[in-house]
């Protein structure tokens, strides 16, 4: 794994100008029903936010392509599972993943629309979330809407500490496109975080316990 990794960074190092479509296809790929297993994109995302922060790759096309792939996995993985239905659970390979499945599901039942956010969050589930999605219709709306908003905080959390290292304190003054990079990142960790504490008190809520 860790050599497919350098390999990627050093075909983006070398190939800049198709960074953010690489990119796009790897976040893509991550969120893909069980491909996504198979795929380091969390690790490719703090790397290439290094390149970033080092000045290497332009921000833009990074943020653009990286969301819009992420985006693009999780609805596709939406439809499949809102097409094949529950059949799918009971179907290799994902009868091979039934403690993600089962959790994916408890999750649904508990936090309903809460869950496309954790689901980016959590490695094991991220491929997963959006095609469970779809078997228990959920309604195309509101998935989509929680789709875009994870996919929109998703790529600049795990682009951030990768940022952050490569980033000088005297070229983060002297720029203010990669300033604003950073104040859009830490609002989406807090906004993350947020997330995940409202999640968390709903749990501990004794309503729930009832």
């Known amino acids: 794994m860790d050599q497919y990794i350098e390999y990627a960074s050093t075909f983006i190092q070398t ?5 953010g479509l690489i990119l796009g296809l790897l976040t893509m790929g991550e969120s893909l029903l069980i491909i996504g297993l198979a795929i380091p994109a969390t690790a490719l995302l703090m790397l290439v936010g ?12 990074v943020l653009i392509w990286g969301i819009a792939g992420a985006i693009l ?30 959790s994916a599901r408890l999750f649904f039942h508990k936090y309903g629309m809460l869950t496309i956010f954790a689901g980016r969050f959590l490695g094991p ?13 959920m309604p195309q709306l509101r998935f989509q809407l929680a ?10 959390v795990m682009l951030l500490p990768g940022y952050l290292a490569g980033r000088s304190v005297d ?11 950073i104040v859009s990142a830490v609002l989406s960790v807090a906004l993350a975080l ?3 504490y409202s999640v968390m008190r709903k749990r501990r809520s004794p309503t729930n316990h009832k």
């Open 50 to 61: 290094g390149l970033v922060g080092s000045g290497t790759l332009e921000p833009a096309p």
């Open 15 to 19: 190939n800049q100008e198709w960074a």
């Open 171 to 181: 070229a983060m003054h002297g720029s203010g496109m990669n300033v604003s990079l």
């Open 194 to 196: 947020w997330i995940a």
């Open 147 to 156: 789709n875009i908003a994870s996919g929109a905080i998703w790529v600049p």
């Open 125 to 137: 589930l991220r491929s997963v979330v959006p095609s469970v999605a779809g078997v228990m219709r």
């Open 73 to 102: 996995g999780d609805a596709i993985s939406y439809y499949i599972g809102h097409l094949l239905g529950p059949r799918i659970i009971h179907s290799w390979p994902l009868n091979k993943q039934r403690r993600a499945v089962a």
